[in-house]
């Protein structure tokens, strides 16, 4: 069994249980006292980015997917590859809970949720892979009205392009799988390494768009995630939110995307 992190019980001055890593610094907080916390951190912007020049309506041209929570639900999978990775630790983690390492970097996530140091989260990320390359990867599903969603726009002259967090050879596979990878040209299929870098979404962003011509208010970003939407942000680039993914309705408001679509259809109407 791998070592589990050390941690040690206190109570959080909201009243929940949190745990603290010695000497008084907080690494992690327990998930029943994260969902009663009052206190969120949220960045806050100055501005939107509305997806309009001098007032006037820009159509989109270029059109950057999220895959996890925006084309695809992959929640069965992501929670189990996790749960696997966390029961080597001797850790039982809740399913629902677990829902929030959906969409941001594996890495992150356990260090902000378990209180693991980035080493730990580096072989927890490892142990997660174990489970995901031969199970978890096909315990995904598509969302209804995708492929048409996908077909629609390319019918209509759009570039199409997936900017992911998850490492790029995963999300090969899964747009393959669901035979979704002739809707993108192979090098508009840009994802995270297997080695930890380019995981900050604003990074991968940045990789698509340096692919493109410099015509950033005809780009857009579409995402269930904050990360989605900062990332975008940090480019220079309009955002849609999408709100059948994992991301709840309020984190997308207070990121302020653009638009915030609730259906895939309302989704095509943004985009066309």
């Known amino acids: ?24 610094r907080v690494k992690f907080r327990h998930p029943l006292a994260y969902e009663k916390a009052a206190v969120v951190e949220w960045i806050k912007y100055p501005g939107d980015l509305s997806g309009k020049v001098d007032g006037v309506e820009v159509t989109y041209q270029y059109i950057l997917f999220d895959l996890d929570g925006t084309l695809t639900d992959p929640g069965a999978g992501i929670i189990n590859s996790v749960l696997y990775a966390l029961r080597r630790y001797g850790i039982e983690g809740d399913p629902h809970f677990l829902r929030r390492f959906v969409g941001p970097p594996l890495i992150n996530s356990f260090m902000e949720f378990y209180g693991f140091t980035e080493e730990q989260a580096r072989e927890a990320v490892e142990f997660y892979r174990e489970y995901y390359r031969e199970r978890g990867i096909f315990e995904n599903r598509l969302y209804p009205g995708i492929p048409e969603l996908l077909a629609t726009l390319t019918e209509r002259g759009k570039q199409l392009a997936l900017a992911t967090s998850k490492p790029t050879v995963f999300a090969r596979q899964v747009l393959t799988h669901f035979q979704l990878h002739h809707y993108f040209a192979e090098e508009m299929i840009v994802g995270s390494y297997l080695d930890g870098r380019r995981t900050n979404k604003a990074e991968v962003i940045a990789a698509v768009l340096a692919l493109l011509p410099p015509e950033r208010e005809k780009a857009v970003m579409v995402g269930d995630r904050k990360y989605d939407v900062e990332g975008a942000r940090a480019n220079g680039i309009a ?7 994992y991301g709840e309705v309020a984190e997308l408001e207070r990121a302020r995307p653009a638009q915030i679509a609730h259906s895939v259809p309302e989704l095509l109407n943004f985009l066309l």
Do not use: C, E, H, R
Request: charged share 15%; glycine share 12%; proline share 13%.
């Open 1 to 24: 069994m791998a070592k589990k992190p050390t941690l040690k019980k206190a109570v959080s001055p909201s009243g929940g249980t949190a745990f603290f890593d010695p000497p008084a």
């Open 239 to 245: 955002a849609i939110g999408v709100t059948y993914g």
